[in-house]
């Protein structure tokens, strides 16, 4: 990466990505850009902080810093999106009626499409998108954040037997999202993979902050939008040509794993592909 930034300086190079984009705010050229092309890309996708939106103040950006940023994308953007992705392929194999829905949406967008399925079409799909929101609140990768408390703050008993919490300044705050996506007071009968909650009834009723898969505030997910997109993708075109069963070979129910950075099945994800004999 260092090598590409020198290279791009002596030769001024442009390459419409994220180390032009950084470079381009190393030289104070980058603002917010406000337009956006008004397609909304899922129930999960989370707007930029408006603490972000209104940063005016100038930032010293070394090419030290450039580099994080590249590496961190590919480490906060690769296991991620493949982890979820298999927790979908994998839920779709223990649901079949999900998946036989989900194949009947994909096979009439793409008719529609004349056999392509486009930007639109698959930002248009509702079913695909109830599917990845289910997922993201049973299996969120960043199963829990941790952030420091800036402002002392009382957490106030809500029942008879508990007593105020207080938080000084300072103190590291572990939140548990999996704990909050899968409590029974926000998502009855947790456990059960049911894309329903996310309809266009129910998605309204549920309570803010209760649903974090891509974190919230000014340092939650740059990559929600890209995220949702390349995984709709993927499995829409897994969908439209095979049907997910489960292999022999799977340990089910799943036995998942105590250690690791996200949470991953002890045995790994064992699945078959079977071509279907129509594809969509
Ligand atoms: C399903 C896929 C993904 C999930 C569930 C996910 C989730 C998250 C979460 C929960 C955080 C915030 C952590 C915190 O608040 O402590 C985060 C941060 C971040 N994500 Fe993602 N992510 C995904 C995909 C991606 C992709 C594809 C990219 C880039 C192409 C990306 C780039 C980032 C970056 C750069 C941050 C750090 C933001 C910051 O510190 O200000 N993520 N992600």
């Not at 381009?24 to 890309?41: F, H, P, T, V």
Request: aromatic share 10%.
């Amino acid at each position: 990466m260092d090598e590409s930034i020198k290279l791009r300086r002596e030769r001024r190079l442009d390459r419409m990505d994220i180390i032009h984009l950084l470079m381009e705010a190393q030289k104070g050229r980058l603002n917010y850009d406000d337009q956006s092309d008004n397609i909304d890309s899922g129930f999960s996708a989370i707007d930029e902080s408006d603490i972000i939106k209104k940063w005016k103040k100038k930032i010293d950006i070394k090419d030290d810093d450039i580099m994080g940023v590249g590496l961190g994308f590919f480490l906060a953007g690769y296991d991620t999106a493949s982890n979820v992705m298999s927790y979908i392929a994998y839920e779709l194999a223990a649901n079949p009626d999900v998946q036989e829905k989900l194949f009947r949406e994909v096979s009439s967008a793409s008719r529609e499409g004349d056999g392509k399925i486009t930007y639109e079409t698959l930002l248009g799909m509702k079913y695909l998108d109830m599917v990845v929101s289910e997922t993201l609140r049973k299996w969120p990768p960043g199963y829990h954040m941790d952030r420091e408390c800036r402002i002392p703050f009382t957490i106030e008993p809500e029942r008879e037997h508990e007593k105020p919490l207080h938080i000084e300044k300072g103190t590291q705050c572990l939140i548990t999202v999996l704990g909050i996506h899968r409590d029974p007071q926000y998502y009855p009968n947790p456990e059960k993979f049911d894309p329903e909650r996310f309809n266009n009834e129910n998605k309204r009723n549920i309570k803010p902050y209760t649903y974090m898969p891509f974190s919230v505030g000014p340092r939650s997910c740059m990559g929600t939008r890209f995220a949702l997109l390349e995984m709709k993708l993927v499995i829409a075109e897994i969908i439209r040509a095979f049907e997910i069963v489960i292999s022999d070979k799977m340990q089910f129910p799943l036995n998942i794993k105590k250690v690791g950075f996200s949470h991953y099945p002890a045995g790994g994800m064992w699945l078959c592909l079977k071509p279907r004999e129509v594809a969509a």
